[in-house]
């Protein structure tokens, strides 16, 4: 059982590295910007990582084609991501500067109009990744993880770190109400 949870558990991990892709606008990362730059997420490895890679039984050959797509993703998300940092200092600033609602909106449009960019390289990465890359029986075993993964309970989800996560100790205990005999403070 605690193998299966481990292997659930990797599974979760590189589908959110899959998922952060399009998240390029938060923490400055996108496709391909990982933490050391290396790649998209889990610190600049391959997109599936060697969890998913073992569970779904990739060739060197496939391994090889994602890491490009996505060497290729994250080169043509690179201005795009250096654009939204620019943008976000101008919106900090027109904020700050108590600009005009007018302003505010078309900052706001811009920076949507570049998040749309940033996911539409994202969709067609795992696009191709899902259906020029993987099998048809990797794409069904990995449906499969997907399904029995989205049915596990949420707080199961959560990987060690993450408050409420398997292995974490929850929120703080709340303080034990003082007596009416205690002096307080």
Known sequence: MLKKRSLILGLSLALVSVLAMAQ?????????????GGGPGMGGRELMGPIMARLLDLTDAQKTAIRERMQAAGEQAKPIREQNQALRQQIQDA??????????????????????????????TRSYIHNQVLTVEQRQK????????????????????????????????????????????
């Open 95 to 124: 904020v700050q500067g108590g600009a005009s609602d007018a302003t505010l909106e078309q900052l706001a449009a811009e920076s949507g109009r570049l998040s749309g960019q940033l996911q539409a390289i994202s969709l067609k």
């Open 24 to 36: 390029g606008p938060r923490g400055g990362r996108g496709v391909g910007g990982g933490p050391g």
């Open 142 to 185: 990995l449906a499969e993880l997907r399904e029995e993964f989205r049915n596990r309970p949420r707080r199961d989800r959560m990987g060690p770190g993450n408050r409420m996560g398997p292995g974490s100790r929850g929120p703080a205990p709340a303080a034990p109400p003082a007596s009416a005999g205690t002096p307080q403070a």
